[in-house]
């Protein structure tokens, strides 16, 4: 059975960085994508960012590249997010979500909710002064 568990979060002022970790238990050897996802206050989910563990694939949208970075340790079955230079319309709730990935994935599939099969609890983000 797949978990997630993510962890990082934190009230932190604009300008400032956190780095969040979703831990990961259960999975199989196949190759896997591990997206992380946000929602904000009254607001849909949104997709932030995805990586295949297996190779280089990865996507960002376009509101935080250059300020987040996705990385992942297979070793230790955690994806990170670190995220720097942030602003208050990155607050929400942070998810990070998984499933099997045999082929690379395009940007619109790391982007859809329904694609995703397992889910972790989420972490917030609150940027505030």
């Known amino acids: 059975q797949v978990q997630l568990v993510e962890s990082g979060g934190g009230l932190v002022q604009p300008g400032g960085s956190l780095r969040l970790s979703c831990a990961a238990s259960?999975?199989?050897?196949?190759?896997?994508?591990i997206a992380w996802f946000r929602q904000a206050p009254g607001k849909e989910r949104e997709g932030v960012s995805c990586?295949?563990?297996?190779?280089?694939?990865?996507y960002y949208r376009d509101s935080v590249k250059g300020r987040f970075t996705i990385s992942a340790d297979n070793g230790q079955n955690t994806v990170y997010l670190q995220m720097n230079g942030l602003k208050a319309e990155d607050t929400g709730v942070y998810y990070c979500?998984?499933?099997?990935?045999?082929?690379?994935?395009?940007?619109?599939?790391?982007?859809?909710?329904?694609?995703?099969?397992?889910w972790g609890q989420g972490s917030q983000v609150t940027v505030s002064s």
């Open positions: 259960g999975f199989t050897s196949d190759p896997w994508i």
């Open positions: 979500a998984a499933r099997r990935g045999l082929s690379p994935p395009t940007e619109t599939m790391c982007n859809a909710v329904s694609w995703f099969a397992y």
């Open positions: 990586i295949r563990n297996s190779d280089t694939t990865l």
